[in-house]
């Protein structure tokens, strides 16, 4: 089985620079997904990680770190549009293409 | 119409009520998934069909019945729900259920049961 652990909430500027931590426990790993959820609408894919270190795609990177069972979103330049929850999933060895996503971090962009 | 659809938007049904959920991608996927979210739950995956057999079932309660009749529909029956089944269904699909795949979301249906 896995668990994915991430903040509930979080509250930041627009301007600024967010980081979003996820942190699992599988028994065998083979990538993480980020997704992004507005309110209502369908999760979007955001970033895939499956070796160690950053992938910078825009205004957004995604991080890993396997050893330590730890991934982060970071979002440079937040825009009042960034609100949203940020969706954090595992894909187990031999598992195929199939997820098991965290709870989600309700982000909040304020002026 | 692109991407992944699904139908109806919301749906509000009683406990003693038949209806079905359905989906439709458009993006010449061979996988497709059922998802359920509840409020302050993570997405819990329910279904997987790969090349129109199913090839996962999350340990599912049979008041629900998925159906892939192709690879661009796939279908949920639902019947005698209780309402702790209220929740947003999502559909997705993916080029395959195997390998690194982004999977595609559908808006998902809205099913309260009353």
């Known amino acids: 089985g896995q668990n994915i652990d991430q903040p509930t909430e979080m509250t930041a500027t627009e301007g600024a620079i967010v980081q979003i931590n996820c942190t699992y426990q599988?028994?065998?790993?083979?990538?993480l997904f980020w997704y992004q959820q507005h309110a209502g609408e369908a999760p979007t894919f955001l970033s895939y990680?499956?070796?160690?270190g950053l992938e910078e795609k825009g205004r957004f990177s995604s991080f890993l770190s396997r050893s330590k069972g730890y991934s982060y979103l970071l979002l440079k330049e937040l825009q009042m549009k960034d609100s949203a929850s940020y969706l954090c999933?595992?894909?187990?060895?031999?598992?195929?293409?199939?997820?098991?996503f965290g709870g989600g971090t309700r982000l909040m962009v304020k002026p | 119409e692109t991407g992944v659809t699904q139908t109806p938007r919301h749906l509000v049904m009683g406990m003693t009520n038949k209806k079905s959920l359905k989906c439709e991608q458009h993006?010449?996927?061979?996988?497709m998934y059922w998802y359920k979210q509840s409020a302050k739950k993570p997405l819990e995956l329910m279904f997987v069909?790969?090349?129109?057999?199913?090839?996962e079932n999350n340990s599912v309660p049979s008041r629900f019945s998925p159906e892939c009749p192709n690879s661009s529909h796939l279908f949920l029956h639902l019947h005698t729900l209780q309402p702790e089944d209220s929740a947003l269904y999502l559909c997705?699909?993916?080029?395959?259920?195997?390998?690194?795949?982004?999977?595609?979301f559908g808006p998902g249906t809205r099913l309260t049961v009353t």
């Open positions: 999933a595992v894909r187990e060895d031999n598992a195929g293409n199939m997820l098991t």
């Open positions: 993006l010449g996927h061979n996988a």
């Open positions: 997705a699909s993916s080029p395959n259920h195997r390998g690194t795949y982004e999977q595609y």
């Open positions: 599988t028994s065998g790993f083979n990538g």
């Open positions: 069909y790969n090349f129109k057999e199913q090839t």
């Open positions: 990680n499956v070796l160690d």
